[in-house]
């Protein structure tokens, strides 16, 4: 059973860390996109879930840019936060940085936006989510970008007539 108190972002901020193998890359030694995709996926199904306090399935992943090869024998971290909190699903903000193994020529790699929708377990329909608690100035720019990255999402995706938006509408109204 989800709670119904608001939860602070770090209550579910989550971390993982890899080392690239040279399974996990292509010939040219650099990491699989694919492969990055799975790490990040699972990272943000797991931040959804401690949010949620339940199981969660992925609903969309926004634009990954890969701005940095990552290569064989790097470390990578993936962090992890819940940027906001819908009725039934939640956006989560996921960061890749890399490394090589000695802690050296650290940058940052890869980002994008996850939303999961929270399941009932019981039904296996949509359940409702607890709200998140921005604290932190950063938080509370995440926050109040999400509703926009939203109605993106959901033009995007179909479910969603531009001139039913309301926040960004006007990107897509004649002149």
């Given at each position: 059973?989800t ?7 770090i209550?579910s901020k ?7 193998m ?6 040219l030694g650099n ?11 699972i990272?943000g199904?797991?931040c959804a879930?401690?949010h949620c306090?339940?199981h969660v ?9 890969f701005q940095k090869?990552?290569?064989?024998g ?10 906001r ?7 989560v903000?996921?960061e890749v940085?890399?490394a ?20 009932d377990?019981?039904t296996?329909k949509p359940?409702h989510v607890p709200p998140?608690l921005?604290?932190?100035?950063e938080e509370?720019?995440?926050?109040e970008?999400a509703?926009?990255?939203r109605?993106?999402?959901l033009i ?10 309301l ?9």
């Amino acid at each position: 059973m989800t709670t119904t108190r608001g939860k602070k972002t770090i209550e579910s901020k989550t971390v993982m860390t890899e080392m690239i193998m040279p399974n996990d890359t292509n010939p040219l030694g650099n990491l699989m996109g694919g492969n990055l995709l799975r790490w990040m996926d699972i990272i943000g199904g797991i931040c959804a879930g401690k949010h949620c306090e339940a199981h969660v399935v992925t609903a969309s992943v926004d634009n990954v840019s890969f701005q940095k090869p990552i290569r064989l024998g790097d470390v990578i971290t993936l962090e992890a936060v819940v940027t906001r909190a819908f009725n039934t699903s939640v956006e989560v903000y996921v960061e890749v940085f890399a490394a090589d193994v000695k802690g050296g020529n650290n940058r940052m790699s890869n980002h994008a936006y996850f939303s999961f929708v929270a399941i009932d377990e019981q039904t296996g329909k949509p359940s409702h989510v607890p709200p998140l608690l921005p604290l932190t100035a950063e938080e509370q720019k995440l926050f109040e970008g999400a509703n926009r990255r939203r109605e993106l999402r959901l033009i995007l995706a179909g479910r969603m007539k531009p001139k039913d938006a309301l926040e960004i509408k006007t990107f897509f109204l004649e002149n």
